[in-house]
């Protein structure tokens, strides 16, 4: 394989992977490095020893990769696209200043210069900026490129749209012509079709249903498999770059056989754990706020100061949800239908207050601590709805397998949409991909993107 070949997969499949430690470890490293070099080199420092701008630079980097994390820096949509990871960057060592005072000086109670502070911060700035200018000029020099074989379909529509839109984000490079290629040349062998592939620089090769039936194409794949590309069907290709699945084209019957392991037993075990002690503590820590909403909720309109509602559950089970009421009552003693419009007048002025923020949502707090709920999960929909979608749209039952969140993935995503068709599907692809893949680590980056897409909403 010549070198250049290999230098662009490794790059490529590197820059461009899901996984996110790559980012998180080498902007810990770059952030460490920038912070403790620009402190160290300030003139205004030299009362401060070497290892307190060691452990400022620690704390700091830490800082800024964990909110990093919550900003969507390391999200591949963020990573190339200038705008959007100068905003990131900027944010988050904002952020990881403050946190990084509020350690030094009411944690640890160090005396350590603000000038060490603020120059260590911007030349972690400035640092972080350089590093990810400079990945992006390296996916520039080389290309991610796949190619997709077989018929066309609905899915592989979309992703030949990629190529149009690749200055703008990922840098895809979909080789129409590689295709085209391909079925005009039906007497080609194994070697010469190899050969092809490795001039064209192809990472993947995507194939269709249609294709998996052609025996020219499976012999494509394997002559692709053979200079070291990677082989994957359209759906699983279409579910690693959009973080979803195409619920639409999706049947019962391929997601029967996904190979999703319901039982998790260890996952599901620390998964509620966690909702346990973080739901008791967040109890706890936030009584006080609850009762405030409680008391403003029961004199600001008539009547009671909980919406009980029926949700579907996981497994189809039905439970009561707990929400703070932000709707006035109706002439017969009961509030209006959940759905609102743009300036509903049946919001109340508090409920104006609180929707925004999802203030109206900590009451979910008792039906996670009862097993009904966790943190992080499909969003629980109206018990109804749930009975006539599933009739129109049966592949909608596999979101109850696993438990309904106070957040997930659809909401940070496509945000709180009303109870229609086209809502419904869009959310079905982030949910099932939820399904599909939820872990931990999942669990912990949905909370944290959660908590700054909210601060995005308050204006």
């Known amino acids: ?14 820059l461009l992977s899901k996984d996110l430690r790559f980012y998180f470890v080498s902007d810990f490293a770059v952030s460490f490095m920038a912070f403790s070099l620009v402190a160290g080199w300030n003139p205004r420092v030299w009362m401060q020893t070497s290892a ?11 800082s800024f990769t964990g909110i990093a994390l919550g900003t ?3 999200e591949r949509e963020h990573r190339f696209y200038a705008k959007s990871f100068i905003r990131s960057i900027a944010i988050s060592c904002v952020l990881a200043l403050i946190s990084t005072l509020f350690v030094i000086y009411f944690a640890l109670f160090w005396k350590i210069g603000r000038f060490l502070l603020v120059f260590g911060s911007i030349g972690a700035l400035v640092g972080v900026l350089l590093y990810h200018w400079v990945l992006s000029l390296v996916l520039n020099k080389y290309p991610y490129r ?9 899915i592989t529509q979309g992703l030949r749209g990629l190529g149009k839109r690749a200055k703008k984000w990922m840098n895809y490079l979909h080789l129409n012509e590689l295709q085209e290629w391909f079925f005009a040349n039906k007497n080609l062998s194994a070697d010469q079709l190899a050969h092809k592939i490795q001039e064209s620089r192809v990472i993947d090769v995507v194939m269709t249903d249609q294709a998996a039936k052609d025996p020219r194409a499976t012999e494509f794949a394997i002559a692709a498999m053979q200079v070291g590309c990677r082989v994957i069907d359209e759906v699983g290709f279409y579910s690693e770059i959009h973080e979803a699945f195409p619920s639409q084209i999706l049947s019962q019957n391929w997601f029967v056989f996904a190979g999703i392991d319901t039982r998790q037993n260890w996952s599901n075990f620390f998964k509620r754990i966690f909702d346990l002690s973080f739901a008791s503590v967040c109890l706890v820590v936030l009584s006080p706020l609850l009762l405030i909403l409680a008391f403003i909720v029961m004199v600001s309109s008539p009547g009671p100061v909980l919406f009980i509602q029926e949700r579907q559950g996981r497994y189809r089970k039905p439970f009561k949800i707990l929400k703070f009421r932000t709707m006035k009552l109706d002439v017969n003693g009961s509030e ?10 049946r919001v109340t002025w508090i409920g104006r207050l609180m929707r925004p923020l999802h203030l109206d949502e900590l009451p979910q707090i008792w039906n996670i601590l009862r097993g009904e709920m966790s943190f992080v ?22 979101r109850c397998l696993v438990r309904p969140g106070l957040t997930g993935l ?13 809502a419904t599907f869009t959310k079905l692809a982030y949910d099932l991909y939820y399904v599909k893949n939820h872990s931990f680590v999942m669990d912990i980056l949905i909370i944290l993107r959660t908590a700054f897409v909210l601060t995005k909403k308050v204006h």
């Open 1 to 14: 394989m010549p070198i250049s070949r290999k230098i662009s997969r490794v790059l490529s499949e590197l």
């Open 52 to 62: 307190e701008i060691w452990i400022s630079s620690l704390v700091f980097s830490l």
């Open 72 to 74: 969507g820096l390391f």
């Open 146 to 154: 796949f190619v997709v074989i077989g018929e066309a379909s609905p």
């Open 336 to 345: 209006n239908p959940p759905s609102t419009r743009a300036n509903d007048p």
């Open 377 to 398: 999960g499909p969003r629980p929909e109206v018990y109804s709805f749930t009975q006539e979608i599933i009739r129109e749209v049966p592949i909608y039952e596999f």
């Open 410 to 422: 659809s909401q940070i995503r496509v945000g709180y949409t009303l109870d229609n068709v086209e």
